[in-house]
């Protein structure tokens, strides 16, 4: 029953986000990055460049690259692995070494272990290890400050912006949510559905899980947001199922829903035509 909710939900939204090519949403996705900084006071550059994500979290992946001296450009080989705003990075003589951080092919029973074998590994050439509190450069013999001039050490980076038309854009980061579509639009009105997964660690609560609802938004003639409100309709992390969606007429659609922690049931009432939602208890 509930694949076929789901077929549901997902057919509406294909036909009714069609449109012309202004509104639309944009989605770009940045895999590398530069860094400036010093070690010991001598100024380098670090390039990093995604290349795959751990076996179970989405907020952890491998990286490689390089770094040089400034003074020097002699380009050194990198491999490593980023955690949120924290990398550790290794140089390695011996590429199967290498090889061995960058496909991540050792498994433990679970993420956490994962990780701490491979950031704490020690049959290193060099390792960067970089983070907020202290960040260091070491080889076999000494150990040496490092700092980065960047206040965020994340490589991967992932946006949506609506493009009103080719000179007016809105950041979606403001929704705190991803994987948008526009449903319909009216003017300045617009009805947004997202679709993302409960959470970044797979084995964890809510691994398998998936957020999706609707966002009813409002903008002025000059697109700044005036006021938007966000409507779940299916939701591992606040404990909502969808049950049911039907449709009385060709623009106007129901969605039966329940909050299987509280065991109240709710109808939210979506009109295209309009582009009013509304939020019922049902008793």
């Known amino acids: 029953m509930k694949l076929i909710i789901l077929f549901f939900f997902l057919s509406f939204f294909k036909v009714a986000t069609a449109q012309n090519d202004y509104p639309k949403i944009i989605k770009t996705r940045i895999e590398d990055k530069i860094f400036h900084g010093e070690i010991n006071r001598n100024p380098i550059t670090i390039y990093l460049k995604f290349h795959q994500y751990s076996n179970y979290h989405l907020g952890v992946y491998s990286v490689n ?25 290794y140089n390695y003589v011996d590429s199967t070494k290498a090889n061995n951080i960058l496909c991540l092919p050792i498994l ?22 970089v983070n907020n509190s202290v960040s260091t450069w070491s080889n076999k013999e000494v150990t040496y400050s ?34 948008f579509r526009i449903v319909k639009y009216l003017e300045n009105t617009f009805i947004l559905e997202f679709i993302e997964p409960s959470r970044l660690y ?14 009813h938004v409002e903008y002025d003639e000059s697109y700044n947001l005036l006021n938007f409100n966000e409507f779940l309709i299916n939701s591992c992390n606040d404990f909502i199922d969808l049950m049911s969606v039907k449709n009385s007429s060709k623009d106007v659609f129901e969605y039966n829903y329940e909050n299987y922690e509280t065991h109240k049931k709710y109808k939210l009432k979506v009109n295209l035509n309009t582009l009013e939602i509304t939020l019922e208890n049902s008793l």
């Open 202 to 215: 797979a084995m964890g609560n809510c691994g398998a899980g998936l957020e999706r609802g609707l966002i």
């Open 65 to 89: 690259g390089w770094y040089y001296f400034d003074s020097v450009k002699e380009k050194i080989p990198l491999v490593g692995i980023v955690e949120y705003n924290e990398f550790v990075l």
């Open 108 to 129: 433990y029973d679970n993420h956490w272990k994962d990780l701490k074998f491979y950031k704490s590994k020690t049959d290193f050439d060099e390792r960067i290890i």
């Open 146 to 179: 490092l700092q980065l001039n960047q206040p965020s050490f994340d490589i991967l980076s992932e946006n949506e912006f609506i493009y009103f038309d080719s000179t007016h854009v809105f950041d979606l980061k403001n929704f705190k949510r991803t994987g």
